[in-house]
């Protein structure tokens, strides 16, 4: 039986791939636990990806990956790569913001990007420390409460049906069990349901592959068809001086290509 996933082979943006050492012929080699997150739209493991600097040079860089829908129905190539701080450049963040997205909240901030505001639901990769953005008018949050609504027979209330769009998971009893629902960068929706209370939302939160782990595991290109599981970050400060030659990197929290 084939594999139902939220994007096909032709979705698959094969020259920005090949931007970080992926060729189009490996692509599909990639591993399992790479390939299918990221053909379903979900953030994947720390990969190893290999930069060609203007300058001629190859920076290796670990990093997530991740395909999302744009405003305009263009697939983008999101990634994330590991940082030693939450960057502020494009997103300006004041301690009030940084608290909620330490504890795995969304916010909503208006952004430029080639001169053209735009509004947008930004969260942190707690592993990598990326910001994660997407636009809020692809994620549809007033269709997915509607639909929560529908399936589960409850009717949500002003004030829940506001804390979501503001970015705030929300428990639901639904009869004697419980429902928390929010918002979830890393999913293809932008959106999430867990069958639980708030605990159980954070806990799912933190299963997510090498999260908190300090030796950084993920998946390295050996060779031309090969990737193996293992360490991609010896020490972060090193990684750091790398990342800061990007000229991208400079201009975006969350390289789109």
């Known amino acids: 039986m084939t594999r139902k996933t939220h994007f096909t ?32 739209g979900r953030v994947t493991p720390l990969i190893m990806t290999r930069y060609h600097a203007e300058n001629g040079k190859i920076i290796e860089m670990p990093m997530k990956l991740q395909l999302v829908n744009g405003e305009e129905g263009e697939v983008n190539l999101m990634t994330y790569q590991v940082r030693k701080d939450i960057e502020r450049a494009t997103v300006r963040l004041n301690n009030h913001d940084t608290a909620r997205l330490e504890k795995g909240q969304a916010l909503q901030k208006e952004i430029t990007e080639n001169g053209r505001k735009r509004q947008k639901y930004v969260q942190l990769d707690p592993e990598t420390r990326s910001l994660m953005l997407r636009d809020k008018a692809t994620l549809q949050i007033a269709e997915r409460l509607r639909e929560v609504e529908k399936v589960k027979d409850i009717e949500l209330g002003t004030n829940q049906k506001q804390a979501v769009i503001e970015g705030k998971p929300v428990e639901l009893a639904v009869g004697d069990q419980k429902v928390t629902v929010g918002i979830d960068l890393r999913e293809p929706q932008g959106f999430k349901v867990v069958n639980g209370d708030m605990n159980e939302w954070e806990r799912q939160a933190k299963i997510r592959y090498d999260e908190g782990r300090e030796d950084f595991m993920g998946y390295v290109m050996t060779d031309e068809n090969r990737w193996e599981y293992r360490k991609v970050v010896e020490r972060l400060s090193p990684m750091e001086e790398r990342k800061t030659t990007l000229k991208e990197d400079r201009r975006s929290p969350g390289l789109r290509l």
């Open 9 to 40: 082979e032709e979705n698959i943006p094969y020259e920005k791939l090949e931007t970080l050492g992926i060729s189009r012929s490996n692509v599909l080699d990639l591993p399992r636990e790479v390939l299918d997150p990221l053909m379903d």
